[in-house]
């Protein structure tokens, strides 16, 4: 049986059960509908071949890696202006086609690897990686090493940096060298600076006096939330009575109760209160790189 080198592309809506649970049955299936909608264009309009949906999920193959790149960040910049969620991965290998599909240990990979990302995030794989331009790759960091099911070696997961806005610049120059760079996520309130690392890899914030940014305001609990570097990812994680509030890149009002989301490029923060209503309690952030 003939096989063929493709670029394989798994994008999936993120929570979409949650969706159907906030905005009821209708207006949740408009939602995915046009999410599948906003995929299809992107992958046809970058020359990619849209194989199958699955639900609220697509699986597309490219004959250019390049362009599963630009589809990929096409889908998450329409997805972001509607207020939907994407998680998007892509890798690079040989498929079997079968009556206009194609089936491999490839298409398998593609579908781990976006799983493994987060909302909002586009991840690929070392293979794929290899096969970007330069002017791609300059946008694409070193996430982790991931031990996928049926994969006997961890493999090497990068995360594209896929904003505009991108408050940082990566450099891969060759996939052996990766990562030369690491990340910190920079925390500002008033004055106070507060540095997440690889040497201070977790910060707390809240009202009590033992944390390492409080915030004097009844809308906050003594423990409120914490922010932390895991697995190449900075997780604001809840723990509060009243909730956190999150903008995250300039998009739409997130709120967090008792859950976990990843912080990239920059945002706001607000325990216990709309970030965007006030100015004095506001926690900012932005993600730096910096040289090994």
Not at 219 to 235: C, K, P, Q, V, Y
Request: with cysteine; aromatic share 6%; hydrophobic share 40%.
């Amino acid at each position: 049986m003939s096989t063929q080198a493709l670029t394989v592309l798994f994008a999936d809506l993120a929570d979409s059960t949650r969706l159907y649970q906030m905005r009821g049955d209708a207006s949740a299936h408009r939602a995915v509908s046009q999410s599948l909608h906003c995929m299809r264009d992107a992958i046809e309009s970058h020359g990619g071949k849209l194989l199958r949906t699955v639900g609220d999920a697509s699986l597309a193959s490219f004959e250019s890696t390049d362009a599963a790149y630009e589809a990929a960040t096409r889908m998450q910049s329409d997805h972001v202006r509607t207020g939907l969620q994407l998680k998007v991965g892509f890798h690079y290998g040989e498929v079997i086609p079968d009556a206009g599909d194609v089936y491999g240990n490839a298409v398998n990979l593609a579908a781990r690897v976006a799983d493994y990302a987060e909302a909002n995030e586009i991840c690929i794989t070392e293979q794929a990686l290899s096969r970007l331009s330069l002017k791609h790759r300059v946008n694409v960091h070193y996430l982790d090493n991931v031990e996928f099911k049926g994969i006997e070696q961890p493999m090497p997961v990068y995360r594209v940096h896929w904003r505009s806005d991108s408050a940082s610049t990566v450099l891969v120059a060759s996939v052996p060298d990766a990562p030369r760079f690491t990340f910190e996520l920079i925390l500002a309130l008033d004055t106070q600076l507060v540095h997440v690392d690889v040497d201070n890899p977790k910060v707390t914030l809240g009202r009590s006096a033992d944390n390492d940014i409080v915030m004097e305001s009844d809308s906050a609990s003594r423990s409120h939330a914490t922010i932390e570097l895991i697995r190449g990812r900075f997780m604001l994680n809840d723990m509060s009575t009243n909730g956190t509030y999150l903008v995250r890149d300039g998009s739409l009002l997130e709120f967090l109760k008792r859950e976990s989301v990843s912080l990239e490029q920059h945002g706001i923060i607000g325990l216990g209160f709309d970030p965007q209503t006030e100015s004095n309690s506001v926690i900012k952030y932005r993600l730096e790189s910096k040289a090994d």
